[in-house]
């Protein structure tokens, strides 16, 4: 009767252990989903990594060389140098 109480007993353990690898908080699927927010995550934070890049290399070049000052004020605000004449051609019908 002993050995039987302590079967069963060990048998219940297992049950419980097995329950909580498959249902509980720390389950498989619980990992599973975490690994999934993490991916979604490193992908967004390496996103965020290469814009961030981009704009310490513009903030760079604007610090450093007129260069990228002058072609911001062409591009953007339409200047132009001195003794310079500024032709705009509309397309064609």
């Known amino acids: 009767m002993g050995r039987r109480l302590v079967s069963i007993a060990l048998l219940c353990l297992l049950v419980i252990v097995q ?14 989903h975490l690994q999934d927010q993490l991916a979604t995550q490193k992908q967004q ?24 000052v002058e072609e911001k004020a062409r591009m ?4 132009v140098r001195p003794n310079e004449i500024y032709v705009q ?4 019908k």
């Open 89 to 92: 051609i509309k397309p064609g």
């Open 45 to 68: 934070n390496e996103q965020a990594q290469l814009a961030n890049d981009r704009l310490a290399a513009e903030v760079r070049d604007l610090k450093e060389g007129l260069e990228m």
């Open 19 to 32: 329950a909580q690898l498959w249902f509980g908080r720390g389950s498989v699927r619980a990992v599973a």
């Open 76 to 79: 953007e605000l339409g200047m």
